[in-house]
């Protein structure tokens, strides 16, 4: 399965939502711009039209003021998610994350647990194919989430994020806490986010023997590396979060990294934070697939310039003399 995520990102780029609060209100105040960039992700070969409730809980909402918006935002976003996986015949999924007052105590758990009930809910009363539940730097809170979604009779994907200790807040090893995801009942479990395809690479294959239920990688497309394995640390941590395009991974290293990660028995794909439908589309053909937006995949064979066409040679010529 392919699922693209990385709404946050591409929606701040195109300049309808602010980096720093990262508050979706997009979903209210351009809910045409929500709808085309799920059926671009589509068009690029995405399985999933993941509703756009990413940081859309409670306690975002209440740092700008806006706790009103909670749920016309979330049953928003959900509605337009679920507009365009009825019209493509994707999967639908909702969507919860980490909240940010999470801190392992009673009073953090009971407010954490709050926030996923009620988004959990309204995903829930939307028909929903199932809940992502991701970015979890707690194995603790992931499993919270986990609670609220399989109560409320619904599957989970659930994803962790991965710092620069190659372990949860709590010290558990990636394998051990999506190991204790699946026995929890998760149907999917792995990582996404934090980690871009290098570093996150070689942690999938201990997760993978660990459990017995389809592991998920949704790495974020950036060029992190061993002295630098998080995003947030890249150039010494001067590019997060705003100034990370010149770490941006080619579509050739997004299908790499697909390939690899199918070798070692991942199945359920994707990107994070940073992803375009152009990253999607070259993940989507590195698992053989042909999307509809494979149509206009590049051909440098009719390249003014670089093309193989004989009617070209003397434009090639003239080209490579310039050179």
Excluded at 208 to 226: E, F, I, K, Q, S
Aim: hydrophobic fraction near 45%.
């Amino acid at each position: 399965m392919l699922c693209a995520e990385g709404y946050l990102f591409e929606l701040e780029r195109r300049g309808y939502l602010q980096a720093g609060a990262y508050v979706p209100e997009v979903v209210l105040e351009h809910p045409h711009l929500v709808e085309q960039l799920h059926r671009e992700f589509v068009h690029a070969g995405s399985d999933v039209v993941e509703a756009f409730t990413y940081y859309g809980h409670r306690e975002k909402l209440r740092l700008i003021g806006k706790e009103d918006l909670l749920e016309p935002l979330n049953r928003g976003a959900l509605a337009i998610a679920g507009r365009v996986a009825g019209e493509t015949g994707a999967l639908l999924a909702g969507n919860v994350c980490n909240t940010n007052v999470y801190l392992e105590d009673a009073a953090s758990r009971r407010a954490a647990r709050a926030m996923f009930d009620e988004q959990v809910a309204w995903a829930a009363e939307a028909g929903v194919d199932f809940v992502i539940a991701e970015t979890f730097q707690f194995g603790g809170e992931a499993l919270l989430a986990l609670e609220a979604i399989r109560a409320a009779g619904l599957d989970a994907v659930v994803t962790l994020a991965i710092h620069r200790e190659p372990c949860t807040r709590e010290g558990w090893s990636p394998e051990d806490a999506c190991r204790r995801l699946a026995d929890a009942g998760a149907a999917v479990v792995g990582l996404n986010c934090i980690r871009g395809p290098q570093t996150m690479l070689p942690l999938l294959g201990a997760v993978r023997a660990a459990v017995d239920v389809p592991v998920a990688a949704l790495p974020v497309p950036y060029r992190t590396h061993g002295a630098e394995p998080t995003f947030q640390s890249l150039d010494g941590g001067r590019s997060f979060p705003v100034a990370l395009d010149p770490h941006t991974c080619s579509r050739y290293e997004v299908a790499e990294f697909a390939r690899a990660a199918l070798e070692l028995g991942v199945a359920y794909l994707g990107l994070c934070c940073g992803a375009a439908p152009h990253h999607i589309r070259a993940m989507a053909e590195a698992m053989g697939r042909t999307p509809p937006a494979s149509r206009y995949s590049p051909d440098m064979s009719k390249h003014a310039y670089l093309g193989s066409d004989p009617s070209l040679q003397i434009e090639n010529v003239a080209f490579a003399e310039r050179l």
